[in-house]
T-cell receptor
Framework: DTGVSQDPRHKITKRGQNVTFRCDPISEHNRLYWYRQTLGQGPEFLTYFQNEAQLEKSRLLSDRFSAERPKGSFSTLEIQRTEQGDSAMYLC?????????????FGPGTRLLVL | ELKVEQNPLFLSMQEGKNYTIYCNYSTTSDRLYWYRQDPGKSLESLFVLLSNGAVKQEGRLMASLDTKARLSTLHITAAVHDLSATYFCAVDRSSGDKLTFGTGTRLAVRP
């Protein structure tokens, strides 16, 4: 399967702990995006990369959140000192520029529950 | 700030009936995306609409785009239970940019 993959699929943690999620994009895609989705809402943008460069970060992304894409391939999203409000589905997507539009292909998501 | 609104938020349809989901957005854009999400699952790309007047069809779903009205529609023809899901529209400011999603329309098709 050459789709976007995410690991882990589920994570339960206690408030105050740090968590890290990994995303492996489709291999030839140079753009990688992170979104967060809470129950009953549409995904909200967090940050995105073109190759290894982080191009934009949402105001939603507090200082406790950090994302990296060190070699322009996989990406990690770390949340430090988790809070109950961080409980959500974290979605990763990748795309490649071919023409006037890019379709973002989403991974299965990491569902985070902070107790 | 780019805003995307969908209506209705929830739609209960009888099998075999037709209905339309509407997506309005607040900024000029020539690109609009439709995604489907099944409960507990990720998003599946349905349509990419790239210009004013664009129309795309796949099975019982047809999507159209009117960039002047900043409106896209997703029309469902002769609904079947397998179409039950949440449908999202999304817009970007430029190609490759982040997507701004609507609130979603939860579709339930009943016998």
């Amino acid at each position: 399967d050459t789709g976007v993959s995410q690991d882990p699929r589920h994570k339960i943690t206690k408030r105050g702990q740090n968590v890290t999620f990994r995303c492996d994009p489709i291999s030839e895609h140079n753009r990688l995006y992170w979104y967060r989705q809470t129950l009953g809402q549409g995904p909200e943008f967090l940050t995105y990369f073109q190759n290894e460069a982080q191009l934009e970060k949402s105001r939603l992304l507090s200082d406790r959140f950090s994302a990296e894409r060190p070699k322009g391939s996989f990406s990690t999203l770390e949340i430090q000192r988790t809070e109950q409000g961080d409980s959500a589905m974290y979605l990763c997507a990748s795309s490649s520029r071919t023409g006037v539009a890019e379709t973002q292909y989403f991974g299965p998501g990491t569902r985070l529950l902070v107790l | 700030e780019l805003k995307v609104e969908q209506n209705p938020l929830f739609l209960s349809m009888q099998e075999g009936k037709n209905y339309t989901i509407y997506c309005n957005y607040s900024t000029t854009s020539d690109r609009l995306y439709w995604y489907r999400q099944d409960p507990g699952k990720s998003l599946e790309s349905l349509f990419v609409l790239l210009s004013n007047g664009a129309v795309k069809q796949e099975g019982r779903l047809m999507a159209s785009l009117d960039t002047k009205a900043r409106l896209s529609t997703l029309h469902i023809t002769a609904a079947v239970h397998d179409l039950s899901a949440t449908y999202f529209c999304a817009v970007d400011r430029s190609s490759g940019d982040k997507l701004t999603f609507g609130t979603g329309t939860r579709l339930a098709v009943r016998p």
